[in-house]
């Protein structure tokens, strides 16, 4: 009797919640009968009053994903799918549960694959649906290592690309070497980590980044959004310093702020901003923290205090979940 008394009381409050309105509750209704759109609706009306329920934000993400498959389902239309998908994406928590992770894998692997069976108009569009599918396996992997489907995915990709693409990079960076074009290896560049992309590697690609990273260390490129060029670096008495310029080619503008710049070397070891040395000796006047326009960039400094005889892997800078990076030799 006393289980049934719960079961009782636990009834009567559900209908006092939704008497009184309470949009979580009909929201979560919705989701639950596949009415994904009017679960949308009373989840954003949610999320408006308190942005930071978790379980909120995982049920909108889902809901907009779901949404987008259904449309898939019914149309074949790649792009209403990942248009659902990546808004969905802009409410998944800093720290899912794990409950999450495993559907959202899935959800993942799925997007991919409908990349992979998508038919390009060109070959442009090929090779990009090739590699957002390789992008989005190895992310459905990271999210659950059990992932088979995504795992064999990738090899098939690997099996049938890998080799033509190193040798495209291997011709492009053959031409920057022979005209000295820093394009040309930025174009290389590009081939190679599609290459890496589909978890392959070689001697010769490796040969080859070390020489490209020699050439482009000091040059902005607009593929990686937030470009960083490293024209300078002095090691003193402790202090590694860098002179670097960085350019907004985002379409939004950027703040800039110390804390999300990083410094790496070879041994997985981290380095941030030494703000405190910034302050007592330079007084704060190296890179300035301020907001930059799409088009727009900053000259300054930046001083990070390291071992000596470190050798650095990349300088970089993080930004909504990626990092902007700019490697060494």
């Known amino acids: 009797m006393k289980f049934f008394g719960l079961i009782l009381i636990s009834l009567l409050l559900f209908l006092l919640t939704a008497c009184r309105g309470d949009k979580s509750v ?114 459905a992997l990271d999210l659950d290592s059990t992932n088979v489907d995504a795992q064999n995915i990738l090899d098939e990709i690997k099996l049938n690309n890998f080799q033509k693409i190193v040798d495209k990079a291997t011709g492009i960076f053959n031409r920057a070497q022979s005209r000295n074009d820093v394009n040309l290896y930025f174009d290389a560049l590009t081939q190679i980590r599609k290459a890496q992309n589909m978890g392959g590697t070689t001697p010769e690609l490796r040969r080859m980044l070390s020489r490209i990273y020699s050439k482009t260390l000091g040059v902005l490129n607009f593929e990686d959004g937030l470009a960083l060029a490293v024209l300078k670096e002095e090691y003193v008495g402790g202090k590694m310093i860098f002179s670097l310029v960085i350019r907004n080619y985002l379409s939004t503008p950027v703040t800039l702020s110390f804390d999300n710049f990083v410094l790496a070397d070879y041994r997985g070891n981290q380095y941030n901003v030494d ?54 030799p």
């Open 26 to 139: 009909d929201a979560e209704q919705a989701f639950l009968q596949g009415d994904y759109t009017k679960a949308i609706e009373g989840y954003l009306q949610v999320h408006k009053q308190d942005s930071t329920n978790q379980r909120v934000r995982e049920r909108l993400a889902l809901a907009y994903m779901y949404r987008g498959q259904e449309l898939y389902k019914k149309i074949n239309n790649l792009s209403s799918l990942v248009r659902n998908f990546e808004e969905g994406q802009k409410y998944i928590p800093l720290e899912p549960s794990s409950e999450f992770d495993r559907v959202y894998s899935q959800i993942v692997f799925q997007v991919g694959q409908a990349y992979y069976k998508a038919r390009p108009a060109n070959e442009v569009e090929k090779d990009l649906n090739l590699n957002k599918t390789t992008t989005l396996m190895h992310q």
């Open 275 to 328: 703000k405190e040395i910034m302050a007592r000796d330079y007084n704060m006047s190296g890179i300035k923290q301020l907001a930059l326009n799409h088009g727009e960039d900053m000259g300054g400094f930046l001083v990070f205090a390291v071992p000596d005889s470190v050798s650095f892997d990349y300088i970089g800078y993080r930004l909504m979940g990626r990092m902007s990076k700019k490697y060494y």
